[in-house]
């Protein structure tokens, strides 16, 4: 049986939240163990990231709610419903991060235009709102951070 438009929505709007839960973690390593030339403009490049990953995390967290849904609140079931993974704590190249900056973004943008989709699926205009909102910033941040590389 098909699930109904608004517990798919809040299902992937879960996972994205676990995906964010765990990129705050995965983010604020990278500010911590980046290494190279670039190092004082990509350290504040990535705080900057971690926090704004902190903001849609408690922006998912409360729509969830808002919607009637139980947002994930904690590691452990952010651990078990993530789709991405967590890094090592390792030092990481400045060029790495980089080039995982723009795989990552590009990523969380498709995620973000699939909940859209979910979204107007269930008539619900302000999750496609909130959700736009978050593809715009981060169409702009890919478009800085490539821009690294050009």
């Not at 995620?111 to 978050?134: H, K, P, R, S, W």
Request: charged share 25%; glycine share 6%; hydrophobic share 40%.
């Amino acid at each position: 049986m098909a699930q109904d438009p608004k517990s798919a929505l809040l299902e992937k709007m879960n996972v994205y939240l676990a995906n964010q839960q765990v990129n705050y973690f995965k983010t604020l390593s990278m500010h911590w163990y980046i290494k190279g030339k670039s190092f004082f403009v990509l350290h504040k490049k990535l705080e900057d990231m971690y926090l704004q990953s902190e903001e849609i995390v408690d922006g998912v967290a409360e729509r969830i709610i808002a919607l009637g849904g139980n947002p994930n609140a904690n590691m452990e079931g952010a651990l078990k419903l993530a789709t991405i993974k967590e890094r090592e704590n390792a030092p990481i190249k400045d060029d790495d991060v980089i080039r995982e900056l723009i795989e990552s973004i590009t990523w969380w943008i498709g995620q973000a235009q699939e909940i859209v989709e979910l979204a107007e699926q269930a008539g619900d205009g302000a999750t496609q709102d909130q959700f736009n909102e978050y593809i715009a910033d981060y169409q702009k941040q890919l478009w800085m951070i490539s821009s690294c590389v050009a």
